[in-house]
């Protein structure tokens, strides 16, 4: 008697679950992507007044259209100085400037499996700060655009590295190029800096980074509306969702379905390795280097002649540098490897997310869609405020609303001419 009643509670509680599940089909799983970012490469060349002449690349995927068909971007930016926009790829349409945002319109829809390559360049100004770390040494930070929703399988950054003396953080060199790149999970950033001396281009005090935005509070007034929504959200939905998600837990462990939580994850040893090679004297006073110093110590100049990231098929008798510190390299007594090892992760948890592992094929499809976007020049350490712009469907059941409230008041860019969104607004 007591087996068969124990049977006939088990058969409720299993009806209750299922009937949760199927009022709450998300709950526990994470949305399938709708989009994926394969390729974003930037190449920047710093012209003779110090602004940037920065040529953009994206390689967008559609993975599903089942909210519309991709037909517009807005992408970040790190400010609102910029002009000379200009479409590269024939399928842009046309570039709406928002300030801090562009609007990418494509000369079409795109559908599920579709991938849209995407050029355009601009001239970017307002990027630097003088005597930022060092008297007589500008520095240029930037973070390109983020995207809160979806992953870059590739981010690259290609600086032109004429004239400069020091960057942040270690990169390769191809062709004069100083290239940084990596892969940026969902909703992180990239933040690389490059140092020249205050003489190398035309820096101005009334062009540094912050100087005459406008975008700082607006940006912050955004922000704050932003963080009121989603603690609203978060008290009328997700409690309510976190909630039930909980209760079926329960369930499901009371029923010993051998369902358990998040495992411990093994690690493996990654090493970096960096070959650095100093300057005998300072190229600035001819000052000796000082052992174990990256500026000279009476001038202030980096004594740093090169940098860049090796294999090991790279270097001689690699075994020797495994360990987390900086070992002489050659017989010239000024390189050096400098050696990281940090613990990576090789295993996760049951759920498919994986915030910090380079996905697979079929990447992406585990996170949520759309994917927000932000780009900032930082002012101070990188903790300057941006407002963030959705990117990606115009083509879903609130295309009016897009139309009529957030593409009102831009500038249109096409063609080399420049109009209102009002003169437009029969093409839109």
């Known amino acids: 008697m007591t087996c068969i009643m124990k049977n006939k509670i088990k058969y409720v509680l299993l009806m209750v ?126 973070t390109p655009a983020w995207f809160d929703s979806m992953d870059v399988d590739q981010l690259t950054i290609r600086w032109n590295g004429d004239k400069a003396i020091s960057w942040q953080p270690d990169c390769l060199q191809e062709d004069g190029y100083l290239v940084f790149n990596g892969y940026l999970p969902a909703g992180e950033k990239y933040t690389m800096s490059v140092t020249y001396p205050n003489e190398a281009f035309g820096f101005s005090v009334d062009r540094q980074a912050g100087s ?99 294999e090991e098929n790279q270097i001689e008798h690699p075994e020797k540098y495994s360990r987390k510190g900086t070992y002489p390299y050659g017989n010239s007594g ?25 996905p697979s094929s079929g990447s992406g499809r585990g996170r949520s869609s759309g994917g927000s976007s932000c780009a900032c020049a930082c002012a101070s350490s990188c903790a300057c405020a941006c407002a963030c712009a959705s990117s990606g469907r115009a083509g879903c059941s609130v295309k009016d609303f897009y139309r009529d409230s957030i593409h009102k008041g831009r500038i249109r860019v096409q063609s080399g001419e420049i109009t209102s969104s009002a003169q437009a607004e029969e093409k839109l």
């Not at 046309?94 to 050029?119: P, Q």
């Not at 970096?272 to 005998?280: F, L, M, P, V, W």
């Not at 050096?336 to 992760?345: A, G, S």
Request: with cysteine; aromatic share 10%; net charge negative.
């Open 17 to 142: 679950a299922a009937l949760l599940l199927l009022c709450f089909p998300a709950v526990g799983a994470e949305a399938e992507a709708t989009d994926e970012i394969k390729d974003f490469t930037i190449t920047v060349d710093v012209k003779e007044d110090a602004s940037l002449q920065m040529t953009y690349h994206i390689d967008w995927e559609v993975l599903d259209d089942s909210i519309g068909q991709l037909e517009w971007i807005d992408l970040g930016v790190p400010n609102s100085h910029h002009e000379n926009i200009t479409p590269l790829s024939g399928n842009i349409d046309h570039i709406e400037d928002n300030g801090s945002k562009l609007a990418i319109y494509l000369d079409r829809g795109y559908g599920e499996g579709e991938t849209v390559s995407l050029d355009f360049s601009m001239d970017q100004d307002n990027m630097y700060q003088i005597d930022k770390y060092t008297e007589g040494e500008t520095v240029y930070s930037f």
């Open 334 to 358: 000024n390189t050096f490897i400098n050696v990281n090892v940090v613990n990576v992760p090789v295993s996760r948890p049951r759920s498919s997310y994986r915030p910090h592992s380079r």
């Open 212 to 310: 005459g935005d406008s975008d700082s509070e607006d940006a912050t007034s955004d922000a704050g509306y932003i963080f009121l929504g989603l603690a609203f959200f978060a008290l009328m939905v997700g409690v309510p969702v976190y909630m039930v998600y909980r209760f079926i837990r329960w369930i499901i462990d009371g029923l010993s379905f051998g369902f358990t939580g998040s495992t411990k994850e093994a690690t493996e040893k990654k090493i970096t390795r960096t070959k650095i090679e100093y300057y005998e004297t300072c190229p600035g006073c001819g000052a000796p280097r000082e052992e174990g110093k990256d500026k000279c110590a009476y001038c202030g100049r980096s004594m740093i002649k090169s940098k860049e990231v090796v």
